[in-house]
C-alpha cells in the first residue's frame, strides 16, 4: 500500500490534513504519536491532538515508529518524525553543544545510520498492506542556526523529508492550513492511478477535520483556471445547455482536449486515499460458488432460458455477426419503450458495465452505497479512486430509510428492488434521496419481477400517470423524470429473461451523463445478440404493457411464497420476504449449512460478502416447484443433523 507524506511548517495545520487522509481511506486508524507524554507541553499537544480525532482510532506512543504493532489493513498516521529524528542523533552522539564541529568519519558514519533507519522506515510503509500517512516539518526556512547540533538536526530532517518523499506516491505541502500537491506518482514495479485531483481544493460541503473529501481521480489533471467543463465534448452539449438555460449537472467531470498539460506542481489537491487494489469481498458474486453438477440455487437468474420469441431475435441477429454491432436500433426502441429521448437512453453491456462507466465519468465529493446491496457499484467506484461511505438499511426488514444517507452526499446507489433482501420500496421513498446536486443511481435490475412495476422510476411520466413525457428542451424535461434531478436508472435483461450470458443492460440517465458515458467507454462493447435482444424486449414489452414479464414474475411469486412457506418452517430459519426471484434467509451455522448442502449436490448463495450481512446469512434463487422442495428437503436434514451434535 502507498505512503503519503504530508509536509509543513510549525502550526501550519499539517496535522488536520494528515487526519483527513486517514480518515477518508475508509479503514481503522491507529495513530502513532513518536513525542514523549513526560514532557508536560508535549503531553498537552498530545491530549489536544488526540481530543478532536474520532473516536474509534487507536491512539498508541512509542518512542521507534518501526515498533508498532499493526493489523493488516489498518492505517497508520505517524503524526511527527521530528522527536524520533532528535531521539536517534542522541543515541548516534549526534548532539553537541559546540558552534562548530564537523562530523568527521565517525559522524558521518552515525548521521548516516539515522538516514538508514528513516529509509527503513519509508520501506516497510510502501510495503505494508495498509496506507501510512506520514507528517513531517518542512525544515530549513529561515536563519540558518549558530549551533553545529540544530544544524546538524535541520540537515538531517532535511534528507529525512527527502528519503520518505521517494517512496511517497504522494507529497503534500500544507501553508496556512492549505494543502498542495507536490508530486503524485507510483513506485516502480505499480501500474496505479493518480491520487488526487486538483481540480477541487478543501472547500466545499465538507467540513470540520474529519469531513468527507473529494475523491475525484483520473491519470489526466488539468491546471488550475475555470471550473472544468463537466463533460468529454462540450462543444455541442454546451450550445444546447446555454440555449434551453440548463446549469451545470452537478458531479460529473471531463476534459477538454484543448485544455493543455496535466498537473502543475503548486495546485491545489484534493486529498484521496491512494486507489485499493485489494476489494476485499466485493468482486466474488454467485456465479463463483457453483461446482460442477451441482443444483444451482446461488445465481438469481430466472431458470429455463429465454422465451422463444427472444431466441428467434438472437439467432436471427447471428446472420449480421460479420458486420460490427450497431446499437442504435435498440437505443430507439428502449427509448420508445420508457417514453425517453434517445439521447437518454445507452445500451450497456450488462448492468455492471453501466456503474463502471458510471465510475469513470462521475467525480462525487462523497458517494454513497446503501447496503447491503449489489457489490459491483462499490467496486466500480473503488476502482476509479473514489471514497465510498457505506449507509444501511434497516436491519430487521432491510426497508429503505433516506435519512441514512448524509445530507452531503452528491452520488447515492441504492437498488429496487434490492439484491440479496429482495426488499421493493416505494418509489415516493426512492426518490426521498434526490437533492439537488446529487446524481442517484436506481438499481432496477430484478424490477420487472413486480408485476406491473408500480415502483419503477425508469418511465419518463410518474409510476402510473397516463401522461407523456414534456417535449425536449422543456423547463419539465429538463428537470429529469419525475421531476428528479440527477435520477438515473440502471437495469438489464439477465435476471428475469435468463440472458446472463449474453450481457443485455442499458442505461436511462441525463443526456450530460449519457454523453459522457459514450465519450469513455470502449467501442463495440454492446454485442450483436445483446442489441437485437434489447431491441427485441422493448418492442415486443411496449406492445403488450409488459403481458409477458407480468405473466412470468406472477409465476416467479408462486414459487417463491410456496418456498418461503417451507424455509419458515424450519428450525432456526429466518426467511426475509422478498419481491424478487430469491430468498434471503439466516440459518444458526451459515457456514456448515452451506458445506451440508454441497454434500448433497446443491449450491447456494453465501451472503457475507455483501456488507452489513453474516455468515449466517444465505441467500437462495427460487426455482421450479420440484427443485424448491428438493433445497427444503435437504436444508431440514442439514439443520437437524447440526441440531444433533451441537450446532448452534
Keep these: 500500500m502507498p505512503l503519503v507524506l504530508v509536509l509543513g511548517g510549525v502550526r501550519s495545520g499539517k496535522s488536520k490534513v494528515a487526519e483527513r487522509i486517514a480518515a477518508a481511506a475508509g479503514e481503522p486508524v491507529c495513530y502513532l504519536a513518536t513525542g514523549s507524554g513526560s514532557d508536560p507541553e508535549m503531553a498537552e499537544r498530545i491530549e489536544r491532538h488526540r481530543a478532536r480525532r474520532p473516536a474509534g482510532w487507536r491512539t498508541v506512543e512509542r518512542d521507534d515508529p518501526g515498533s508498532a504493532r499493526l493489523a493488516a489493513r489498518e492505517t497508520l498516521l505517524l503524526d511527527g518524525i521530528a522527536p524520533w529524528l532528535a531521539r536517534r542523533m542522541g543515541e548516534e552522539g549526534l548532539w553537541t553543544e559546540e558552534a562548530v564541529a564537523p562530523l568527521g568519519h565517525e559522524g558521518r558514519a552515525a548521521y548516516e545510520r539515522v538516514l538508514g533507519s528513516v529509509r527503513a522506515l519509508a520501506r516497510e510503509a510502501a510495503e505494508r ?224 458495465e453501466a456503474f463502471w462507466l458510471l465510475a469513470s465519468v462521475l467525480r462525487p465529493c462523497r458517494a454513497v452505497v446503501v447496503h447491503p446491496s449489489f457489490t459491483e457499484p462499490e467496486a466500480a467506484l473503488r476502482a476509479a479512486g473514489h471514497r465510498v461511505d457505506r449507509a444501511f438499511r434497516d436491519p430487521r426488514d432491510f426497508t429503505l430509510d433516506p435519512s441514512v444517507v448524509p445530507e452531503e452526499a452528491d452520488l447515492v446507489v441504492v437498488g429496487n428492488p434490492n439484491n440479496p433482501t ?33 415502483e419503477s422510476l425508469a418511465g419518463g411520466a410518474a409510476p402510473g400517470s397516463p401522461e407523456r413525457r414534456a417535449a425536449p428542451g422543456s423547463p419539465e424535461r429538463r428537470a429529469g423524470p419525475h421531476g428528479i434531478p440527477g435520477l438515473v436508472v440502471v437495469r438489464s435483461l439477465t435476471k428475469l429473461w435468463s440472458l446472463a450470458g449474453v450481457r443485455a443492460g442499458y442505461l436511462l440517465a441525463p443526456a450530460d451523463v449519457v454523453a459522457a458515458a459514450r465519450a469513455v467507454r470502449q467501442p463495440w462493447s454492446v454485442n450483436g445478440l445483446a442489441c437485437a435482444a434489447l431491441a427485441a424486449w422493448a418492442r415486443r414489452t411496449a406492445a403488450s404493457g409488459g403481458a409477458e414479464a407480468t405473466a412470468m414474475a406472477e409465476r416467479v411469486a408462486a414459487a417463491r411464497a410456496e418456498l418461503s412457506e417451507g424455509l419458515a418452517a424450519l428450525p432456526g430459519l429466518r426467511v426475509w420476504p422478498s419481491a424478487a426471484n430469491f430468498l434471503l434467509v439466516r440459518v444458526p451455522d451459515g457456514e456448515a449449512a452451506r458445506a451440508g448442502l454441497a454434500e448433497r449436490g446443491i449450491a447456494v448463495r453465501r451472503a457475507d460478502t455483501f456488507p452489513g450481512l453474516t455468515g449466517d446469512h444465505l441467500r437462495v434463487a427460487v426455482r421450479c416447484p420440484d427443485d424448491n422442495r428438493r433445497l427444503v428437503e435437504a436444508l431440514d436434514e442439514v439443520l437437524t443433523r447440526l441440531a444433533r451434535v451441537g450446532g448452534r
Design 129 to 352: 498492506p495498509g496506507l501510512t500517512v506520514a507528517v513531517a516539518d518542512e525544515s530549513g526556512l529561515g536563519l540558518v542556526p549558530t549551533g553545529a547540533g540544530t544544524r546538524r538536526y535541520l540537515d538531517l530532517a532535511g534528507e529525512a523529508t527527502q528519503a520518505l518523499a521517494e517512496r511517497a506516491e504522494q507529497v503534500v505541502l500544507v501553508v496556512a492550513g492549505q494543502p498542495i500537491d507536490l508530486a503524485h506518482r507510483s513506485p516502480p514495479g505499480r501500474d496505479r492511478p493518480a491520487l488526487g485531483d486538483p481540480r477541487r481544493s478543501l472547500e466545499g460541503p465538507a467540513a470540520g477535520p474529519h469531513a468527507p473529501l473529494d475523491r475525484s481521480v483520473g491519470p489526466e489533471r488539468p491546471t488550475q483556471g475555470p471550473p472544468v467543463p463537466p463533460w468529454p465534448d462540450p462543444s455541442v452539449l454546451e450550445g444546447r445547455r446555454a440555449a434551453e438555460g440548463q446549469p451545470d449537472p452537478p458531479v460529473l467531470a471531463g476534459r477538454r482536449a484543448a485544455e493543455g498539460p496535466s498537473v502543475v506542481p503548486g495546485s491545489p489537491v484534493c486529498l484521496a486515499p491512494p486507489a485499493l487494489a485489494d476489494f476485499g469481498q466485493l468482486r466474488v458474486h454467485g456465479d463463483g460458488m457453483i461446482a460442477p453438477g451441482q443444483l444451482d440455487f446461488a445465481v438469481n437468474v430466472v431458470a429455463g432460458g429465454p422465451p422463444e420469441w427472444l431466441r428467434e431475435a438472437m439467432v436471427s441477429a447471428l446472420g449480421r455477426v460479420g458486420a460490427y454491432p450497431d446499437e442504435r436500433e435498440a437505443v430507439a426502441a428502449l427509448a420508445e419503450r420508457h417514453d425517453r429521448g434517445p439521447d437518454e437512453v445507452m445500451a450497456t453491456n450488462g448492468s455492471a
Design 422 to 454: 429482495g426488499t421493493v420500496d416505494p418509489a415516493a421513498v426512492v426518490t426521498g434521496l434526490a437533492r439537488p446536486g446529487r446524481v442517484l443511481v436506481v438499481d432496477e435490475a430484478f424490477m420487472e419481477l413486480v408485476p406491473g412495476e408500480p
